[in-house]
Structures are given as structure tokens and as C-alpha cells.
T-cell receptor, first 113, second 114 residues
């Protein structure tokens, strides 16, 4: 059982380049999330999709866009990467009811130079 | 908006010492509380959670946490730590009416020395 799978695991971008982080879950979960993790700041929610066809901004959405392609997949796009977007990105999913456990992928390390 | 505070940023313990990591949240309504652990180079894994009922929650690997509503706290404890408990620990909260979205604390880096 793969759980939450993210690609790529590592990526180096030049300032201004664009890229898409892919995420897929095989647990038939309704809700999916993108978080970023920065030293000393914990994890902060970028975007959230409560169910297929819906997306909402989280705490730090600027510079990002998302697509909930179907129930399984939730992608995160950086249109014009900036050094401030150097971070570790985690995709996550949950059944969607309040209090449900949220399951995380293994992370994508992104460096913008 | 809700927030979570973890006051201990770095903790160093010897094996067999007892552990208590502090977590306080700010929100006046109903909350669900979580502790996640991140071992070096790995993704976050759920240690335990409080949803309702008994405020003393037991999780995996001998960890437990107590929800004290009057203190807005959800401290994590373990009576005797092991070297393999070296990791970063995150407290998090979801609020009723806020969707199932976690708000995380800044994390506590625990190092257990042999």
C-alpha cells in the first residue's frame, strides 16, 4: 500500500522557472493538502482540497497554484520560482471528517537558486 | 485564528530519562489535538491524537499525552526515552468548523544520547 506518493523527491530550480509537484493517494481519501516545512517554522498549509473539485487557500498560498485533477491526484505548481520558495513540500490526505488522521507523503526537497 | 505553541525548541536527554514536551494552543472552541513525529529523513507519522473522551491519550511507542482544557495544553510524555526516539516532534490542532486542516506548532527537536 503506497499511501501518499509525491514526485519529484528532489529538484533544483533557477529563479523564474516553473515546475509542478505531483501527488497521488491510493486510500480513497476525500481531502488533500499541500504543506511546506521550513526550519523553525513547522509546517504551514499552502492549499487544501476538501473534496474533488474544490480547492481553498491555506496560510501561505502566494506564488502557488493547485489542481485537484481527480480524487486521487492533487498537484502544486510554482509559476515563477523564487528563492523564498526553497523548502520541503509535503502532500497529505485524509478521509475528510474533522478529527480524521492526516497522512503525509515523504516530502519533496526543492531548492531555488 | 488558532495557533499552536511549542516552547521547547531543542531538548537533549540521556537514554532512560523521562520526557515531557509542552504544547499549548489558542482557540476558544472545540479542538482536536495531534502529535506527529518526524524521524530524520522521513515523513511525518502520527503518534497519537485526542478527539473526545478520556483526556489521557496513549499512542504508539510508549508515548502518551494529556489534554487539559483549562490550560489549553496537550503535553507529550514518555517515561523512559530511547536513542531511537531522536526525532522532531510536532503538536498540531484542528478546529471544529475549520475543516480538517492541521495547524502545526514550530516543532521540538529531541536528541537522545546514549
Amino acid at each position: 500500500n503506497a499511501g501518499v506518493t509525491q514526485t519529484p523527491k528532489f529538484q533544483v530550480l533557477k529563479t523564474g522557472q516553473s515546475m509542478t509537484l505531483q501527488c497521488a493517494q491510493d486510500m480513497n481519501h476525500n481531502s488533500m493538502y499541500w504543506y511546506r516545512q521550513d526550519p523553525g517554522m513547522g509546517l504551514r498549509l499552502i492549499y487544501y482540497s476538501a473534496s474533488e473539485g474544490t480547492t481553498d487557500k491555506g496560510e501561505v498560498p502566494n506564488g502557488y497554484n493547485v489542481s485537484r485533477l481527480n480524487k486521487r491526484e492533487f498537484s502544486l505548481r510554482l509559476e515563477s520560482a523564487a528563492p523564498s520558495q526553497t523548502s520541503v513540500y509535503f502532500c497529505a490526505s485524509s478521509p475528510g471528517q474533522i478529527g480524521n488522521t492526516i497522512y503525509f507523503g515523504e516530502g519533496s526537497w526543492l531548492t531555488v537558486v | 485564528a488558532q495557533s499552536v505553541s511549542q516552547h521547547n525548541h531543542h531538548v537533549i536527554l540521556s537514554e532512560a530519562a523521562s520526557l515531557e514536551l509542552g504544547c499549548n494552543y489558542s482557540y476558544g472552541g472545540t479542538v482536536n489535538l495531534f502529535w506527529y513525529v518526524q524521524y530524520p529523513g522521513q515523513h511525518l507519522q502520527l503518534l497519537l491524537k485526542y478527539f473526545s473522551g478520556d483526556p489521557l491519550v496513549k499512542g504508539i511507542k510508549g508515548f502518551e499525552a494529556e489534554f487539559i482544557k483549562s490550560k489549553f495544553s496537550f503535553n507529550l510524555r514518555k517515561p523512559s526515552v530511547q536513542w531511537s526516539d531522536t526525532a522532531e516532534y510536532f503538536c498540531a490542532v484542528t478546529i471544529t468548523g475549520g475543516g480538517n486542516k492541521l495547524t502545526f506548532g514550530t516543532g521540538t527537536q529531541l536528541k537522545v544520547e546514549l
